[in-house]
């Protein structure tokens, strides 16, 4: 089993800049990868980015130049950083692991609105 606990969503202006955070914890040994989905209303849920254990990227395209995923192995921490948010941005931003068993968090909501 793994846990994703994420933090760092909120309100944030077209063009601002949000980092979301995620911190796993249990059987963080079996994990592959790990990545980012997000759900806007009415929406299907989509990929964000991953990164895997070895520290290779991908991104949607609609991300690709704004958002960096990142890892930080001693902290059990995966991050999402994103710039130039633009208001379809907007959504509940989920953390997931795979190993390969899939593992999600809670969810934060990020809003992107003036």
């Known amino acids: 089993q793994v846990q994703l606990v994420e933090s760092g969503g909120g309100l944030v202006q077209p063009g601002g800049s949000l980092r979301l955070s995620c911190a796993a914890s249990?059987?963080?040994?079996?994990?592959?990868?790990m990545g980012w989905y997000r759900q806007a209303p009415g929406k299907q849920r989509e990929l964000v980015a991953v990164?895997?254990?070895?520290?290779?990227?991908t991104y949607a395209d609609s991300v690709k130049g704004r958002f960096t995923i990142s890892r930080d192995n001693a902290k059990n921490t995966v991050y999402l950083q994103m710039n130039s948010l633009k208001p379809e941005d907007t959504a509940v931003y989920y953390c997931?692991?795979?190993?390969?068993?899939?593992?999600w968090g809670q969810g934060t909501q990020v809003t992107v609105s003036s």
């Open positions: 997931y692991a795979n190993t390969p068993a899939g593992f």
């Open positions: 249990g059987s963080i040994f079996s994990i592959h990868f």
């Open positions: 990164i895997n254990s070895g520290g290779s990227t």
